[in-house]
């Protein structure tokens, strides 16, 4: 009876045209001998759709489809079938009707999965379609419990067992004892609640956590893809053993509340390390901490998978190789600068070369590369750190930022006396590089002797594979960007907002470059004391792309959005045509 079903369903699709008959035999044949679900392989051979296959079963079985990211299951059914029946048939309970139990099913002809959870459960079984993408999701959503009910659990069971006053702006005392906030480090919930902040963090691929003190609560962010995301929000009682809590960790002293403290520490999550670096600055409202995380399994510190365009990238290695002059790469906080730099140093790190680094403080650990940390509280800068580094024969040297003549002056006579030397700049364009160096008090003559390539940077957010659909764009309003098109239309691409991404559309980020290269024009533009706009108009003549370009090049491939690329890029590009 079930084979005969089987034939009617496959007999549906090659009557509608969803699968020629040649294909489906193809199928039946790897089905023979792999084994394996027929409907995975017509869907892995790319024959059917998944929403064609849904419908076709629907229309043949009698059973309704159903979208489960649009539905709200209620906790109580949920937990009549167990996380680990769901995972193995691929289930779902939606509904609970008498003594009948809708389960949401990827494949209804699973008779075996429909009796087992017909005695697990001691209901009727009714089936409903839907698709394996929906199911997992539904899977993590309501079976996998995430830090926010968790954090809620915790608070209820304190409140419940009298551990925190039912009092929302309950405040800690001043007087306060350092042995007494010691002592609540170590208890159990706000060692439970710092933990899972940290891991749902991590989980979430932040780049940094943010605590800050309210009126009445904590209020936790998260920056995932450059954005901050809100999190559950502890009761503001709690804020002191937080913040004490991270400082143990820290190994700073949680008797001191007045001044800003600085620190780091490592975490074991999933069998790998992760490192925290935290600042703790005082507020009136009490305590922030703003912690960076340094997680080296998410760190891509290979220039090949950046995500620069091929030019970018081949510009990047040939200066990389030279062997005297300076590689700066500029943009603002966050944009990934120390990580290209990190690249370029794996890129011509070896045995041959002595590689020392200068840094505020050191984020990676690199083997083969003697890395130093600034102190400037203790007299030892940039400035004065590179004064001893160019006594310990160095090959290559990497300045963790350039902020000031001092430091620029020795970086650009360490470039002229035959030494590789890279560091960032805070500027928003590779052309205004030159002229804040000009700013700076550096010669002209200077910057063309020493200089061999600027690059300008910044991430925009890729699209969430998941939920990534098409739209068209006006050609008229292409144009504007200047997109070429010979239609009436353009095809981009966004996110439609999922789970997977937490309704936001994107998930992972990219970078975009722009790479100025020192040509003799350009120098000659550059002893001419020429203004910034010149020297871009120059560098695209002989081939340069700018981050819009480049950004808008990512968004017609469908790797990022067009919105995106504007956000990141607004106010630094000017598209008009350079003649040529």
Not at 245 to 253: C, G, P, T
Not at 338 to 365: A, F, G, K
């Amino acid at each position: 009876m079930i084979l005969s079903l089987k034939e009617k369903i496959l007999k549906i699709f090659v009557e509608n045209n969803l699968i020629k008959e040649g294909d489906l035999q193809k199928a039946v044949s790897i089905q023979r001998q792999k084994g394996g679900s027929l409907s995975d392989i017509l869907v892995e051979m790319g024959l059917i759709s998944k929403k064609d296959l849904m419908v076709a079963l629907s229309s043949e079985l009698g059973i309704p489809p159903i979208n489960l990211s649009r539905y709200k299951i209620d906790t109580n059914v949920i937990k009549l079938i167990s996380k680990k029946v769901a995972k193995r048939y691929q289930i779902m309970p939606v509904s609970k009707m008498g003594n009948t139990l809708v389960v949401a099913m990827v494949d209804p002809l699973n008779i075996f999965a429909i009796d087992d959870v017909k005695v697990i459960t001691g209901f009727n079984i009714s089936p409903i379609i839907t698709t394996d993408k929906d199911i997992k999701e539904a899977i993590s959503q309501y079976y996998e419990e995430s830090a926010y009910t968790a954090i809620e659990r915790i608070v209820d069971d304190m409140k419940v067992s009298g551990d925190i006053s039912m009092v929302e702006d309950a405040q800690m005392p001043e007087s306060q004892a350092g042995q007494d906030l010691f002592r609540m480090t170590l208890e159990a919930p706000v060692v439970k609640i710092t933990n899972l902040i940290l891991a749902e963090a991590v989980n979430f691929r932040a780049s940094d956590i943010l605590i800050e003190p309210l009126e009445r609560e904590v209020r936790v962010r998260y920056r995932v893809d450059g954005m901050l995301q809100e999190a559950k929000r502890p009761p503001k009682i709690l804020h002191a053993g937080i913040i004490s809590r991270l400082k143990v960790m820290a190994n700073l002293d949680i008797a001191e509340r007045r001044l800003p403290q600085d620190g780091r520490f490592k975490i074991r999550l999933h069998g790998r390390e992760v490192d925290f670096r935290i600042s703790v600055l005082p507020s009136s409202k009490g305590e922030k901490a703003a912690l960076r995380i340094l997680d080296k399994s998410q760190a891509t510190l290979d220039l090949e998978k950046l995500g620069f365009d091929k030019n970018s990238l081949e510009e990047l290695k040939q200066a990389a190789v030279k062997p005297h002059g300076m590689i700066l790469v500029c943009g603002p906080t966050g944009c990934g600068k120390t990580t290209t730099l990190y690249s370029i140093l794996e890129y011509i790190n070896s045995p041959e070369e002595n590689v020392i680094t200068v840094e505020d403080p050191v984020e990676y650990l690199i083997d083969g590369i003697n890395q130093v940390t600034s102190r400037p509280s203790i007299g030892l800068t940039f400035a004065s750190a590179l004064r001893s580094i160019l006594r310990q024969d160095p090959d290559i040297i990497m300045i963790g930022e350039i902020r000031d003549l001092e430091t620029v002056d020795i970086a650009i006579k360490a470039a002229l006396t035959g030494h590789l030397v890279l560091s960032t700049l805070h500027t928003t364009t590779a052309a205004g590089s030159i002229t804040r160096m000009v700013n700076m008090g550096v010669e002209p003559f200077l910057i063309t002797s020493s200089l061999i390539l600027v690059a300008a940077q910044r991430l925009v957010r890729k699209i969430c594979p998941n939920c990534k659909e098409t739209w068209k764009l006006a050609a008229d309003v292409a144009k504007n960007y200047g997109i070429k098109t010979t239609g009436k239309e353009v095809t981009l691409y966004r996110g439609r907002g999922c789970d997977a991404c937490r309704k936001t559309g994107y998930k992972g980020r990219v970078a975009l470059i722009e790479v100025l290269t020192l040509t003799q024009k350009i120098k000659t533009l550059i002893m001419e004391s020429a203004q910034e706009y010149k020297i871009r108009d120059q560098a695209r003549l002989e081939g340069m792309k700018t981050l819009r370009e480049n950004g808008i090049a990512l968004a017609m491939d469908g790797i990022t959005t067009l919105d995106e690329v504007v956000r990141v890029t607004v106010g630094d590009q000017d598209l008009d045509t350079v003649k040529t």
